[in-house]
C-alpha cells in the first residue's frame, strides 16, 4: 500500500467512516432572519424581502453586507425608513472582516405602523412563450 492511500481520511457516512470510527458532528445552527446582500440584486430586492420577514413573524430581521455590498444595505434601510412608522433601525455595526473588508450589519424591526402599512409586492407573471401561446389559442377558439 502506498504512502498516500494510508493518510488519506476515510468518507464520513452517517457519522460513521468506513474505517469503523465515529466522526464528530458538527451541528451548525443558522439565524432564520439573516439576509447576506449580494451584488447580483437591487436595493429594492433587499427591501422587499426584508417585509416579507417582518410580516411573516420575525421580531426582527438582519441585513449585512461586506465590502461593496454595504452601499445596497444602506439602500434598502434607506427605503424601509422612508415611510414613517413602518421599520425602526434598532442596530447598525460596522467591522472589518478576516480580509480587511468593511462588514455593515443593520438590525431592522416592525414599526408602529408596519401592520397598517405592509403591502403585498405585486406577483410578477411567469408565463413562457408556450403558455401564452396556448392562451391566445383558447381564445381564438373561444371566439
Known sequence: MSD??????????????TNGKVAEKTEVKRET???????QR????YANLTKRFLHG?????????????????VGATEMLKRTEGFVVVKKIET??????????????GKGE?????????PAREKAGKKEKA???AEAETKE
Do not use: C, H, M, W
Open 4 to 17: 498516500a492511500t494510508q493518510s488519506a481520511p476515510a468518507p464520513v457516512v452517517d457519522g460513521t467512516t
Open 33 to 39: 432572519n439573516v439576509i447576506k446582500v449580494g451584488l
Open 42 to 45: 437591487s436595493p429594492i430586492f
Open 57 to 73: 413573524g420575525e421580531a426582527e430581521v438582519k441585513l449585512t453586507g461586506l465590502g461593496e455590498t454595504t452601499n445596497t444595505v
Open 95 to 108: 467591522t472589518l472582516s478576516e480580509r480587511g473588508l468593511s462588514r455593515l450589519l443593520v438590525v431592522l
Open 113 to 121: 405602523k408596519f401592520d397598517e402599512l405592509y403591502e403585498e409586492p
Open 134 to 136: 396556448e392562451a391566445e
